[in-house]
């Protein structure tokens, strides 16, 4: 007897859409038939007339539970919204799993005087989200300023224990890596079968225009496009491609802002290099106009958001598959805190967002663009779950997939208010904005978790997951 059938609904699986019967038994799905194939016994069975099933969301880009620097908040000890809350607001919007990040950051390790071992970081940053997580999780693993010989030596061992991904920056003392060092962490990647979250811009661009606006008496926050501009992303997507194609090392490039980070994606795809690019689902609506609002600057996330021909390059970009996933740079802190800087040097990146990605990207793409609900599939789960290396464990509709699942309700229109949210937060961006389209159940591993407004999981439920990426993802541009 299956322990739950889902019928009636629209299901998106990787070969069609169309109504489908989801059979699952225990954490797996083991059937997907014709309406009427499927026993009738089973444990539970969900009316999803009206609804489209897809795969749970996966979010490949959250910063969870981390001290906000005080330069942002002007006080010390502001920490990012801890795992419970960040993890049941994703499970309200349609989210299974998160990808969220590990690494030592403190200041001995950033100057060299100690490190921690990678898998040493890594479970004391499991430890954080085991028993207080509602969805699925894992890390990408960040390294950070000048780079020890010893932590190239520790790729390969983490690669083996499931990390999947390193996120590098190339821009911020002291985060940023020196493309020499760079180098050796990209080639080493390579040879082990990772790939490279990249966090571009150039440092340069961004260091001349701080000291030029501030010069000018221009430092006003409203003016962040102007720091972290359409030339430092040029720049800096195309050194870091170049750098790529000179290792063989397969690089996703997280929040794209700006239609220059587009047109180098797009170029290197053109040349057969695996280069895959993310938007964040506020760089779909808002554009660097907003900034001088009353409170404008709380859309921000860094780099920062551009014009509007941009905005329209990365819708382009995400209906026509040159760019791949939808993803939030999920950083929650309160009103307060997000506000406190008002400068170009201190504003607070990342905003309240993880319960929203999915309604948001479902009502611009789908609704207002005519996406395919496949290609939603792609942008909002299977993608991140091919280039992240969760495949087809995570991602598809299919059997031997986990039964993650999310049922959003088309007809559903729904202005968005906070009192809506989840998250530990007193502010929305998206206050106000009208969905047409919303997520109303998830399913996780087999279990729901949430029901219809109502929060039925446990956040003992989430677990760790190992990743390897598929060699087809490394070698060309694969999704
Ligand atoms: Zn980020």
Not at 3 to 13: A, P, Y
Not at 182 to 192: C, D, G, P, Q, T
Not at 266 to 275: I, L
Request: aromatic share 8%; with cysteine; hydrophobic share 40%.
């Amino acid at each position: 007897m299956l322990d739950l059938v889902i019928r009636g609904g629209q299901v998106v699986t990787p070969q069609s859409v169309g109504e489908l019967e989801v059979g699952i038994q225990g954490e797996k799905i083991v059937a997907v038939g014709w309406p009427g194939t499927l026993a009738t016994d089973a444990g539970r069975v969900i009316d999803a007339r009206g609804k489209l099933v897809i795969p749970g969301g996966i979010e490949p880009h959250a910063h969870i539970g981390i001290p906000v620097p005080p330069d942002w908040t002007g006080q010390a000890e502001v920490m990012t919204q801890p795992p419970e809350a960040a993890s049941r607001a994703a499970a309200f919007g349609g989210v299974t799993t998160l990808i969220d990040f590990a690494g030592d950051l403190s200041r001995k390790a950033l100057s060299g005087l100690s490190r921690r071992p990678m898998l040493e970081t890594l479970e004391r940053r499991r430890e954080v989200f085991r028993s207080h997580c509602y969805t699925d999780f894992a890390f990408h693993y960040i390294i950070a300023g000048e780079v020890q010989p010893e932590t190239v030596g520790e790729i390969r061992e983490a690669l083996e224990e499931g990390l999947g991904s390193f996120k590098i920056f190339t821009v911020n003392h002291p985060v940023r890596v020196p493309w020499g060092h760079l180098w050796s962490v990209f080639a080493e990647v390579a040879k082990h079968g990772g790939v490279m979250a990249v966090h571009a811009e150039d440092d340069d661009i961004v260091q001349y225009m701080t000291a030029k606006l501030k010069r000018e008496g221009q430092n006003q926050g409203y003016n962040l496009h102007l720091v972290h501009n359409n030339l430092s992303e040029d720049l800096a997507f195309r050194n870091v491609i170049r750098l790529a194609k000179h290792t063989g090392v397969g690089v996703y490039f997280v929040h794209v802002t700006a239609k220059e980070g587009v047109a180098a994606i797009e170029e290197a795809r053109s040349q057969g290099q695996a280069v895959y690019g993310e938007a964040l689902h506020n760089y779909l609506q808002f554009t660097c106009e907003d900034y001088q609002k009353p409170g404008g600057t709380a859309i921000h996330t860094y780099p920062a958001i551009k014009f509007a021909a941009d905005r329209e390059a990365l819708i382009a970009a995400m209906l026509d598959g040159r760019l791949a996933t939808t993803a939030t740079d999920e950083y929650t802190t309160y009103k307060g805190p997000k506000l406190w800087g008002d400068t170009i040097e201190t504003v607070c990146g990342g905003h309240n967002g993880i319960e929203t990605r999915i309604p948001v990207a479902f009502t611009k793409l789908v609704a207002e663009r005519n996406m395919s609900l496949q290609r939603f599939v792609d942008v909002t789960s299977a993608n991140a779950a091919k280039i992240l290396g969760l495949y087809p464990q995570k991602g598809a509709i299919q059997p031997g997939s986990d039964a993650d699942l999310c049922l959003i309700d088309p007809a559903l229109k729904k202005t968005i208010t906070l009192s809506d949210l989840h998250a530990d937060s007193d502010y929305s961006i998206w206050e106000g904005f009208a969905c047409q389209g919303y997520p109303v159940m998830t399913i996780l591993r087999g279990k729901v978790i949430v029901d219809n407004g109502k929060l039925v999981g446990s956040s003992a439920d989430g677990r760790w997951l190992k990743r390897r990426i598929a060699n087809e993802m490394l070698a060309r541009p694969a999704v």
